[in-house]
């Protein structure tokens, strides 16, 4: 399985980016039941949950600072997932990687459940200006 995130680059604070995250391989016809998240490690800290969104579509937002700001969705059709962010931060700069894991759902789904399993992306970077 791979996951290729796109999308990053560098804004004035206050702008918008739309990262997507395209999937391949094995993850075939089975992708519409997979949990798949975003998370993001800002320079010098861990790496911390943003959204994951289940196989019935629903959301849940790690960080209630970015709720009603980030908005995670997902084609299953394309196999892609996104995240809408709005009204960036400086503290939103970081690398930002996708990921998929099968077998959660629900509030299992949480992104803080399961980092570090599933199949992660390479990451695309998010610099946000002053």
């Known amino acids: 399985v791979q996951l290729v995130e796109s999308g990053g680059g560098s804004v004035q604070a206050g702008g918008s980016l739309r990262l997507s995250c395209a999937a391949s391989g094995y993850i075939g016809s089975r992708y519409g039941v997979y949990c798949l998240g975003w998370f993001r490690q800002a320079p010098g800290k861990g790496r911390e949950g943003v959204a994951a969104i289940d196989a019935n579509g629903s959301t849940q937002y790690a960080d209630s600072a970015v709720k009603g700001l980030f908005t995670a969705s997902r084609d299953n059709a394309k196999r892609t997932l996104f995240l809408q962010m709005d009204s960036l931060k400086p503290e939103d700069t970081a690398m930002y990687y996708c990921?998929?894991?099968?077998?959660?759902?629900?509030?299992?789904?949480?992104?803080?459940?399961?980092?570090?399993?599933?199949?992660w992306g390479q990451g695309t970077q998010v610099t946000v200006s002053s």
């Open positions: 990921a998929a894991v099968a077998g959660y759902s629900g509030s299992r789904c949480y992104p803080g459940s399961w980092q570090g399993l599933g199949y």
